[in-house]
């Protein structure tokens, strides 16, 4: 099948991003060492982990360590999470986010911890909340995206007059996951949802959910007419994807991406801190994998980083 994507950079803002592939913001993953290995296979807009906005406001260490950014990181966003206008417009406005023009709002996450605080998806059942948080964000001058879902349940759809009201609140791109709070990361797309707010806003529109091939990003854009693309579990198990679908050539394989994602983080972490934290990483890389089955036994067994690369040189 032939690959018909139309690549294309967006403007978000005073912003135009290298190409309409984005990376989505995954908590636990979209690190900046993972970030940049995306950017190098030709991601052309990345989010960072979601961090809390009142975390920032109380100077938490490890907040703050989900800031770290890069020279090669021109487009990218921080994502913020929170209910309060206050803190949400305080954490644009702190010098801790120096680094990033760009700050998305969660209004997505279903997870249940966040929503029963009334963060994430709740929001898009309080829609004057969620815009006014939006217009006090606009004023500290950050260029502010929103993320969110196609609604609550797949009953009642929501995003259609959401999108209306982010737009109207100064938002300067939406990102629409196509699932309901109810669909998790499983449940059905609803790309047409996606396809009338698209066709009704003026701000780019961006289509996220289950794109894990050339194939996927296809149809994503076909059905939905959406201005490009957020990949986010397909890059975990082949951040090739972004070399695939921006076109960008790359002599990378498999196993060089997950070495970069070591030597990246060797250069400011622990060795055995890496170490540990890569073993989510592998898990998603060694899917599919002859002989991955073994490898991630031993991994899960690994104190160092060589003893990982011993591992994987043997599979991959
Ligand atoms: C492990 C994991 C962590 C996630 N963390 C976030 C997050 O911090 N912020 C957010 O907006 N979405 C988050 N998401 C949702 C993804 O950005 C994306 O919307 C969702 O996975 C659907 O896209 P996909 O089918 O391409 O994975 C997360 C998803 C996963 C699987």
């Known amino acids: 099948m032939k690959y018909t994507m139309k690549l294309k950079s967006l403007d978000i803002g005073r912003l135009t991003t290298t190409n309409n592939i984005f ?31 009142k975390g920032l406001a109380y100077n938490n260490e490890n907040t703050k360590e989900l800031l770290r950014t890069g020279e090669e990181e021109k487009c990218v966003a921080v994502q913020l999470f929170g209910r309060e206008p206050y803190y949400l417009r305080k954490a644009c406005e702190s010098e801790d986010l120096k680094n990033f023009d760009v700050v998305d709002i969660n209004m997505g996450c279903p997870v249940a911890k966040i929503y029963n605080n009334g963060e994430g998806s709740r929001l898009m059942q309080e829609p004057e909340l969620a815009g006014k948080i939006v217009e006090e964000c606009v004023k500290s001058g ?44 499983s449940g059905k797309v609803f790309y047409n949802e996606i396809a009338k707010i698209k066709s009704s806003l003026s701000i780019p529109v961006i289509a996220n959910g289950g794109i894990f091939s050339v194939e996927d990003a ?13 990949i986010g ?30 030597d990246k983080r060797l250069a400011y972490e622990k060795d055995q801190t890496v170490a540990h934290d890569l073993r989510k990483f592998a898990v998603q ?25 011993d591992i994987l040189n043997g599979v991959l």
């Open 218 to 230: 296809d149809y994503m854009m076909q059905e939905t007419g959406a201005d490009g693309v957020a």
């Open 285 to 309: 890389i060694l899917k599919g994998v002859r002989g991955g089955k073994e490898a991630k036994l031993k991994i899960f067994q690994a104190e160092s980083t060589n003893e990982i690369k």
């Open 142 to 185: 950050k260029i502010i995206t929103v993320k969110f879902r196609a609604g609550i349940t797949d009953e009642n759809l929501l995003a259609y007059d959401f999108a209306q009201r982010m737009e109207q609140s100064g938002a300067s791109l939406v990102t629409i996951h196509g699932r309901t709070r109810e669909g998790m990361y």
């Open 23 to 53: 990376l989505a913001p995954m908590a636990g993953y979209t690190d900046y060492a993972f970030r940049s290995l995306c950017i190098k296979l030709g991601a052309g807009f990345t989010v960072t982990e979601m961090v809390s906005a």
């Open 233 to 262: 579990r397909g890059a975990l198990s082949d951040p090739l994807l972004f070399s695939k679908l921006s076109q960008k050539q790359t002599d990378m394989s498999l196993k060089d991406s997950i070495f970069y994602l070591i």
